[in-house]
């Protein structure tokens, strides 16, 4: 069984730096594409940054330079490190992996930018 358990929301004030992290139990991470979402309130889910199997990354204009994402292999965790944060980063954070024709997802954690 696939499961995906976010960590490292929080409240954080703008500019600041936070760190996701999702843990995985059930498949191997490295091996297949991941990622993460967004959903601010009121607004749709968002891609943020995906790294492929290869190790391609690929992110979202609003987050490119200040957002990096990455695959831990020994914790089989897949990371967001998020820096110079805006208040319109604020949102719930997804992780994801695609595994064969399937999706999981985890339950999401919540970051707010705010002074």
């Known amino acids: 069984q696939v499961r995906l358990v976010e960590s490292g929301g929080g409240l954080v004030q703008p500019g600041g730096s936070l760190r996701l992290s999702c843990a995985a139990s059930?498949?191997?991470?490295?091996?297949?594409?991941v990622g993460w979402y967004r959903e601010a309130p009121g607004g749709e889910r968002e891609l943020v940054a995906s790294v492929t199997s290869g190790g391609r990354t690929n992110y979202a204009n609003s987050v490119k330079d200040r957002f990096a994402i990455s695959v831990d292999n020994n914790q089989n965790t897949v990371n967001l490190q998020m820096s110079s944060l805006k208040a319109e980063d604020t949102a719930v954070y997804y992780c994801?992996?695609?595994?064969?024709?399937?999706?999981?997802w985890g339950q999401g954690t919540q970051v707010t930018v705010s002074s």
């Open positions: 994801y992996v695609d595994r064969s024709f399937e999706r999981y």
């Open positions: 059930g498949l191997i991470l490295s091996m297949w594409h």
